[in-house]
């Protein structure tokens, strides 16, 4: 007998979703910054042992979204939370105790969302920054009366315990990838996902968030292997910007997404970087759809 589903992962944008990915999947397949909402379309990744096999959805913190972007990333979002066979709720433990799912989802006004009971788990994140009188309280503790766990994807702690909550949870299935498999999605995306996650660590404060990527060649033929990317930003004077002076900037975010670009693949990597103009990309519904974030056709341009 063989289970396995699908699990998401729900909570503010900074709750810790991507790092817990990365923890429990062992590959740090999710980009991963101090700055919040840095997941835009949901990150999948697996793990497979001999009996069970989870497939994990990192998708974009649930917000109040305020522009057609951020309402895109909150509708993918919801469909994978919809899809989902178990939904780990996170919320850091510093922050205890952690709203009901549900009560969220109402005051947030996120239409769609199906919170069904027996369907969440309770995870309390970053117990390593939490002090130890916050460990206990209300019965926060792994298996507690509240039913939540307690983990850090920093030092590890509680990670045991939330997986065999989770495969004790899953249903009596066939595997749906090969066992070998890390994330089901192609190559290209984890290519972009690797150049944004640079873009974020080199610039600063809000320009990140105006920046897409989009992978234009890839080709794993040649030795080393060719990626040629598009770094769009909104405006003409933001180009400069990414450029930066004798394009040092876009040079040391090269640098960055090539060296995880080559840990990912195993092999050398030839990596050119290019900036273009999409004006004003994050409310235009082209511009959103050819990223993978298509809006609903109810949402006006």
């Not at 989870?54 to 998708?59: E, K």
């Not at 507690?144 to 249903?171: C, F, K, N, T």
Request: aromatic share 6%; glycine share 8%; with cysteine.
């Amino acid at each position: 007998m063989t289970r396995c589903g699908i699990v998401a992962l729900a909570g503010a944008p900074n709750a810790g979703k991507s790092t817990l990915m990365n923890a429990l999947v062992g590959e740090p397949l999710a980009i991963v910054s101090p700055k919040p909402q840095t997941t835009r379309e949901p990150v999948r990744g697996l793990l497979t042992d001999a009996t069970t096999q989870i497939i994990f959805v990192d998708p974009a913190g649930l917000l109040d979204p305020g522009y057609p972007l951020q309402k895109a990333m909150v509708r993918a979002a919801i469909a994978s939370l919809n899809d989902a066979d178990l939904v780990l709720h996170l919320h850091p433990l510093p922050q205890a105790p952690a709203p009901p799912l549900e009560q969220i989802a109402r005051e947030l006004t996120l239409d769609g969302l199906e919170v069904t009971p027996g369907r969440v788990l309770t995870v309390y994140t970053k117990a390593d920054l939490a002090h130890s009188e916050r460990r206990t309280a209300n019965g926060e503790a792994p298996g507690g009366r509240d039913g939540a766990y307690v983990v850090s994807a920093v030092s590890g702690e509680g990670l045991v315990e939330l997986l065999g909550a989770i495969r004790a949870r899953l249903p009596e299935s066939p595997f749906l990838y090969d066992a070998d498999d890390i994330g089901t999605q192609p190559v290209r995306f984890f290519a972009a996902e690797f150049v944004r996650e640079a873009v974020y660590a080199e610039l600063e404060q809000e320009l990140p968030y105006c920046v897409a990527v989009e992978i234009e060649e890839f080709v794993e033929s040649r030795t080393p292997v060719y990626i040629r990317a598009t770094l769009a930003v909104e405006r003409e004077s933001q180009k400069p910007i990414v450029l930066g002076r004798g394009g040092r900037t876009i040079k040391a975010i090269g640098t960055k997404a090539r060296a995880r670009l080559e840990a990912f693949l195993g092999q050398r990597v030839h990596l050119e970087l290019w900036v273009a103009v999409w004006p004003k990309w994050r409310k235009s519904s082209a511009a959103l759809a050819r990223l993978g974030l298509p809006l609903p056709t109810e949402t006006p341009r």
